[in-house]
């Protein structure tokens, strides 16, 4: 499958052939410049194929691009930039997100199972 993303102000998205969103990285604007990483949905059918690190990296590197800065409430995305230190710059709080990061136990958010 080619990975296409789409996006708007408030989602990142990847469609299936009949135009459904399949995975979907929700991230609204919570200050001027700052986006927060909420919600990260892969359907269960996408397993093993990366879609939820390729849509975090689309939606952070379009963020970076546009000059806005990113809060983390998601755990896929506080786990995924902990991991990604070369990404930091996107954070708005690098220091913040460590912390959270260091909390951080259990599944990530969102990955659905079948």
């Not at 986006?35 to 963020?63: E, W």
């Not at 708005?92 to 951080?104: H, I, S, V, Y």
Request: proline residues 5%; contains cysteine.
């Amino acid at each position: 499958m080619d990975m296409v993303f789409k996006n708007d102000k408030e989602n990142t998205w990847l469609e299936n052939e009949a135009g459904e969103r399949i995975a979907v990285l929700n991230h609204p604007e919570v200050a001027p410049g700052i986006v927060n990483f909420a919600h990260t949905i892969v359907d269960g059918s996408l397993r093993g194929q990366g879609v939820a690190d390729k849509i975090t990296r689309a939606a952070a590197d379009r963020l970076r691009e546009e000059g806005l800065k990113a809060e983390l409430t998601c755990s896929y995305s506080i786990k995924w930039f902990a991991q990604h230190p070369e990404y930091k710059d996107v954070l708005a709080d690098p220091g913040e997100e460590d912390r959270k990061a260091g909390e951080l136990a259990g599944p990530a958010c969102g990955i659905r199972r079948p």
